[in-house]
């Protein structure tokens, strides 16, 4: 099956560093520095969502153990590339069907990776249910770090 993403990955890092210029940079070095001010280096952070390594490589060369998390095999393969001193945990899996039971310091999940989630079910099996990273994660991680975007049509609820 074809994911999201997976035919825009050798043109990925580009589209979004066009489309957002320095925003782009702000946003990776002010939450990479949020991060250092959370947490010590060597800390074991999981992201969801990883793409080609925004945010996984620079954590993972400022010292921490990065799990990356993401379901798109070909970003995870540029990812992957990037990662010259492979010291980077390479999962492939989607945010709401991720089951791994590692202890991590930090869960994070940035910039427009919730709004794959495309159907009530999608977010609530990634955010409530047992089985699912999140809500397991939360239980295991001391942070969990998102940003997601709204339009004005969204009606988010509660469970």
Do not use: K
């Amino acid at each position: 099956m074809t994911r999201p993403h997976d035919t825009l990955a050798p043109v990925y890092d580009l589209v979004y560093q066009e489309d957002f210029g320095e925003f782009y940079n702000w946003l990776t070095d002010t939450t990479v520095d949020v991060i250092r001010d959370l947490l010590p280096a060597g800390a074991a952070i999981i992201e969801f969502g990883a793409g080609t390594g925004r945010m996984a490589l620079p954590l993972a060369e400022a010292g921490y153990r990065v799990t990356a998390v993401e379901p798109s095999g070909p970003m995870l393969a540029l990812l992957r590339q990037s990662d010259t001193s492979a010291d980077i945990e390479c999962i492939q899996s989607t945010l709401q069907d991720y089951s791994g039971d590692a202890r991590h310091d930090l869960a994070l999940c940035v910039f427009t990776v919730v709004i794959y989630l495309l159907t009530p079910q999608d977010l609530q099996a990634a955010m409530h249910s047992p089985a699912a990273c999140c809500c397991s994660m939360c239980r295991r991680a001391s942070f969990f770090i998102t940003a997601a975007y709204a339009s004005a049509g969204c009606n988010a609820q509660s469970p």
